[in-house]
């Protein structure tokens, strides 16, 4: 599969699992999803709260269910989309949780950032510089 498709094919998940997003309050849509090296893609959408504060965003539950499934590193991709013409990037918690898991893996995963008009390349560690993780507690 070429890399195009490739990409294609995660935002595709990711636009896919926005679709489900619980969001009446901000009624901006997220969704997310992970690629894994066994080939293996788990999404997540944005699910809000009326206390604000415990909405959960769209990477948060797809890394839930990525470790609820059993992977622990092997985070090649991820992909984020938002239901905006920009494209959207992980916010800094998001983008802990997503260090966290690809340094369990000692990857630097390939990030997607969509919007309905425009896909943007780049890599986790360039959005999280200098990032704090397992190897930090040592």
């Known amino acids: 599969?070429?890399?195009n498709m490739e990409r294609?094919?995660?935002v595709a998940a990711a636009r896919r699992a926005m679709e489900n997003s619980y969001s009446?309050?901000?009624r901006f849509r997220v969704g997310a999803a992970l690629r894994f090296a066994d080939g293996s893609i788990v999404t997540g959408t944005n699910i809000e709260n009326a206390s604000y504060g415990l909405a959960l965003c769209a990477e948060t539950v797809a890394i839930a269910k990525a470790m609820d499934d059993g992977h622990?590193?092997?985070l090649e991709e991820i992909a984020v989309i938002g239901d905006t013409a920009a494209p959207v990037t992980p916010c800094g918690?998001?983008?802990q949780v997503l260090s966290e898991l690809a340094q369990l893996?000692?990857?630097d995963p390939v990030v997607w950032c969509a919007?309905?008009?425009e896909v943007m390349e780049t890599r986790l560690s360039a959005l999280l510089p200098h990032?704090?993780?397992p190897a930090s507690l040592g």
Request: aromatic content about 8%; proline content about 4%.
């Open 105 to 107: 893996g000692d990857t």
């Open 24 to 26: 009446p309050y901000s």
């Open 131 to 133: 990032c704090f993780g």
């Open 93 to 95: 918690r998001c983008r």
């Open 72 to 74: 622990r590193g092997g």
């Open 115 to 117: 919007g309905e008009e």
């Open 1 to 3: 599969m070429s890399d």
């Open 8 to 10: 294609d094919e995660l």
